[in-house]
């Protein structure tokens, strides 16, 4: 239970104080509603459907509000660079921000169906009452009109009763339905509208459209530019009506028998409606404006010049950039976007950064996993020697998990497949720090598991892995590095090569020290020698790879993690592009 | 944009879709709105779309993701041969389906979000997508590799019968290194 709460318990807190809010708003908006003497006239029309629609709406106008928060890269930075004091829990809070934009997207999608059909159902209840169909009362409610004359306001937005369809000489008057009063108020216009926005960026964010085809999802999700357009409009046309205390005041209560004596004895004036001012602005124009100064900032960053110092091609399609952008800083394990207007003006990918902070140039090692990138690794395996690469817009860099690595007195580090990138530049910068005997550096030992099917892509991080080698042996710091390498692709074909160079010094596919394993580690026993070999150890677990292996290692931090300060604890950091 | 398989995103849209239909026929009936006729309408509709929608198509390369318990609703919607297999053919379908939903409020907004699968469908049509099942495919029977099997005709080398044999006498010379290390 302890560990549970060392590894969870901050999220949990986090997802606890968010529902509770939007469960207080839920219940004090519909109690508003519901009992407020000033829509006791309204509930006559409306019953309770007035409630069920304006709870929800004040759901929806807190988590609007929430929803585009997360996804604003550059803040997120910031406040993860104020709070480098605040130690490493918080902080990881906000690796999360894409799970937390999903959860606040799905309670705004629920919310939109309540709000929707309570709103059918009020819609089709106003043109009863006008109609005549609930009786006197809700009838000669319904019949009061804007009219500075008789002075009177209106409650119910329905124009027209069902007496005639009143032919003008140009204009055809027709009775309203349901469907014409929609498409005819900004309320029901800009709630379709809305609504459609809504459902198409929902289904084109699905796992499977996301992780195949990057780019429906993408353009598609600009559609919030017109959700947040229509919600703000939304409620300009003010049909959602209140009572307004009169001089001398209307008694509800005596009155409500009486219909027709409004106006004619002194207890009962005609009453008076107003519509609620539109709220929802106030709650979004903030995040707006950040999301706003966010994609500015983006647009900045893409303007500034970013010089090619050299290109590689590096065997099995991996090419190599060191670029050089003034003024970029960086930490270990960053990661930035990349934007090539020569390939596509609007798109925008993420590339870990594989160079070190000491370095005065960022290194990127992209490899042949799409159109864009095969289209980027044409382009530069035809350019002439010597010669700049085309326009690049260089957006960055982000923070990930990886950052903290240095604040652990040991490491786990964990990449799978491509996922070793990032522990590229770790690994550069532990080595640069060690160099320099920096006193950032709080960690004593580093666990390094690389997990990949085959090395093919990977020479180059072999031969990162061998001048280390080279330089803690020089150094006498042998135990510094423990790195393991696992195969997990291999065939019988392998394994006779193996066989027949069983006794060599060095590996003979990655010519390290270290032998390559074959297979997937057995984890249990990895945490278990971790453990034994640093008892009352703080221990973070860094994970790049896919989600099955991120929940194993989950599980096995809170299984090896004990609470006792005396002995060794586990965190566990995900890295998730 | 890269190649991008279109009836991967009608799916999704129309099976949201189907949903929506149903969701708001069902207010129609239960609210007694005027119009509930078209909302029942919707009702089957909607029903109708999201079983036909459930089961997702084989993808031309890629992994394929099959929904929760889809295999029934695959051998149904395969029972149909031609008719579901052909993209315009649902395109079709789906715009003749919607229309009705859009003389009713409830309905509206089903109505819209089938046109655009409709039209989504009507792109992956036009660019030559058809609907494939997803069928579990029969397990290949393990190869067996050719050395397992003949058994050894022969013994393993060893060394002639007269030096192994204990030589007491010389125990320097009859000793011999196990080309493979014996582990303990």
Redo the contacts between chains.
């Keep these: 239970m302890g560990n549970w709460i060392v590894n969870h318990g901050l999220e949990t807190f986090i997802l606890v104080v968010w529902m509770g809010i939007n469960v207080f708003l839920f219940v004090y908006f519909y109690s508003f509603y519901d009992l407020g003497p000033q829509f006791f006239y309204t509930h006559q029309l409306l019953g309770s459907a007035l409630s069920w629609a304006r709870a929800p709406a004040a759901v929806l106008n807190f988590n609007c509000m929430l929803i585009l928060l997360p996804v604003c890269r550059n803040l997120l930075s910031l406040i993860r660079g104020n709070f480098m004091c605040c130690g490493v829990a918080l902080r990881k809070q906000l690796d999360k921000n894409l799970t937390f934009h999903k959860l606040v997207a799905y309670m705004i999608a629920l919310m939109t169906a309540v709000h929707t059909v309570a709103h059918l159902l009020n819609v089709e209840w106003y043109i009863n009452s006008r109609h005549g169909k609930y009786g006197p009362l809700p009838g000669n409610l319904s019949a009061l009109r804007d009219n500075r004359a008789k002075n009177t306001t209106y409650l119910n937005p329905i124009e027209y009763d069902y007496t005639g369809i009143a032919i003008d000489s140009f204009n055809v008057l027709a009775p309203q339905t349901p469907t014409l009063f929609a498409f005819t108020t900004i309320a029901g216009l800009t709630g379709v509208v809305i609504t459609l926005a809504l459902i198409l960026m929902i289904t084109s964010s699905m796992e499977v459209i996301r992780r195949s085809y990057f780019e429906v999802f993408w353009y598609t999700h600009h559609l919030f530019i017109i959700f947040f357009a229509g919600l703000v409009f939304h409620g300009a046309g003010r049909i959602v009506r209140g009572q307004q205390t009169t001089e001398p005041p209307h008694d509800t209560i005596f009155c409500k028998t009486q219909p027709q004596n409004w106006g004619l004895i002194p207890e009962c004036p005609i009453p008076q409606f107003v519509g609620g001012f539109p709220q929802t602005w106030k709650w979004v124009i903030g995040p707006m404006v950040i999301y706003i100064c966010e994609r500015f900032l983006r647009f900045i960053r893409y303007m500034q010049t970013v010089r090619y110092k050299k290109i590689v091609m590096h065997p099995s399609n991996v090419l190599e950039l060191q670029l050089v952008k003034s003024g970029f800083k960086m930490d270990a394990g960053q990661y930035v976007f990349l934007n090539c207007p020569a390939i596509s003006q609007l798109e925008w990918h993420p590339f870990t950064l594989t160079s070190a902070p000491e370095e005065d140039f960022f290194t990127l090692h992209i490899r042949s996993a799409g159109d864009w990138t095969n289209q980027l690794i044409k382009m530069l395996e035809n350019l002439p020697e010597g010669s700049q690469g085309p326009k690049m817009g260089v957006d960055g860099p982000f923070g990930t998990a990886s950052e903290d690595v240095f604040d652990y007195e040991v490491s786990m580090l964990v990449g799978a497949g491509i996922g070793v990138t990032p522990f590229a530049s770790i690994l550069k910068s532990i080595w640069y720090k060690f160099k320099d005997s920096n006193p950032k550096l709080r960690t004593r030992k580093i666990y390094f598991y690389w997990l990949c099917r085959e090395t093919n892509a990977f020479e180059w991080f072999a031969d990162l892995l061998q001048v280390l080698e080279k330089e803690m042996e020089e150094r006498g710091m042998r135990d510094f590095l423990t790195y393991k390498l696992y195969l997990t692709g291999w065939d019988h074909t392998h394994a006779a090569h193996v066989m027949v160079h069983f006794d060599k010094d060095t590996d003979v596919i990655t010519g390290l020290k270290q032998k390559t394993h074959y297979g997937r580690p057995i984890w249990d026993k990895e945490f278990e020698q971790v453990r034994q070999e640093n008892p009352s150890s703080v221990v973070g677990t860094f994970l790049c790879g896919p989600e099955s292996l991120a929940k194993v290692l989950a599980k096995k931090c809170v299984k090896y993690s004990d609470v006792d300060p005396r002995k060794t604890k586990f965190y566990f950091n995900k890295e998730n592009f | ?5 279109w009836a ?2 009608a799916n ?2 129309a099976l ?2 189907g949903f ?1 239909y149903l ?2 026929g069902i ?2 009936v239960a ?1 007694q ?3 509930w006729k078209f909302a029942a309408f919707g009702i089957a509709a909607g029903v109708f779309v999201c079983l036909l929608e459930y089961p ?1 198509s084989k ?1 031309i390369k ?1 992994t394929n ?1 099959e929904r929760t318990g889809q295999y029934c609703f695959t051998v149904c919607v395969k029972a149909f041969g031609p008719l579901t297999r052909n993209y315009y053919v649902r395109a079709f379908l789906h715009a003749v389906l919607c229309i009705p939903g ?5 309905t ?2 089903g109505c ?2 089938l046109g ?1 699968a409709s039209l989504i469908y009507l792109s992956a049509a036009i660019h030559g997508e058809h609907w494939e099942p997803i069928l579990p495919e029969a397990e290949p029977t393990k190869h067996v ?1 050719q050395s397992i099997k003949q058994p050894p005709q022969n013994p393993p080398p060893r060394p002639p019968a007269d030096m192994r044999r204990k030589r007491l006498d010389d125990l320097e010379a009859a000793a011999y290194v196990n080309p493979i290390p014996v582990r303990e």
């Design positions: 944009m890269g190649k991008i398989e991967m995103w999704e849209q949201a879709a929506i969701t708001g207010v129609g609210g709105f005027s119009g997702r993808r890629g993701f859009g003389f009713m409020l409830a509206v907004l819209v979000c655009i590799s």
